[in-house]
């Protein structure tokens, strides 16, 4: 049987079982059904560019989908394959899941930036995607132990308005946060 045990956030589906974060949507646990949700975790860009037709208009699943994949993997999952709309409907589902569940997006944001068509893509943002980018870099600014890693970020995603960011206290002259480690 498929569904979400509400009390554990424990996910089935009839070839496996993963542990995942209880997501809410105005105090309401939110209802996933898997009637698209693949088994497997792709092994290359034709499995995922398949199961991304499949889930773009199912974001809950998606989102699981999503939380499957180790983000370090996405270099060499995309190769030079990553399309802007599958780049920012991954972002999006940052935003709107990962962030609401307390999840980091570090690892996520950094990775895909490591994809070789990233600069590509993300060319072709929107001013409401750029709100979202700017929106998850400072998320994951708040969170991150890796400053140097924020500042990178920042430039790969190309945000212009750096008003959230505290940048004096990011990095010292030499590129190093005092006292943390470089990424």
Do not use: W
């Amino acid at each position: 049987s498929s569904g979400i045990n509400a009390e554990y956030g424990d996910i089935r589906n009839d070839e496996y079982e993963l542990r995942a974060p209880r997501v809410k949507t105005h105090d309401t646990p939110v209802n996933v059904k898997f009637e698209t949700l693949p088994t497997r975790i792709p092994a290359n860009y034709l499995q995922f560019q398949t199961d991304f037709r499949k889930l773009r208009d199912h974001p809950d699943e998606l989102f699981i989908y999503l939380r499957q994949i180790d983000p370090d993997v996405y270099p060499k999952l995309f190769q030079e394959s990553l399309e802007a709309d599958q780049l920012f409907l991954i972002l999006e589902i940052l935003n709107n899941y990962y962030v609401p569940a307390n999840l980091p997006v570090y690892n996520e944001l950094h990775y895909l930036t490591k994809v070789k068509r990233f600069d590509m893509a993300v060319m072709f943002k929107t001013e409401a995607q750029q709100l979202t980018i700017s929106r998850l870099v400072h998320y994951a600014a708040e969170r991150a132990s890796c400053r140097v890693g924020i500042v990178k970020l920042i430039n790969a995603y190309n945000i212009l308005d750096l008003s959230k960011f505290d940048l004096d206290k990011v990095v010292n002259s030499t590129g190093e946060e005092e006292g943390v480690a470089p990424c």
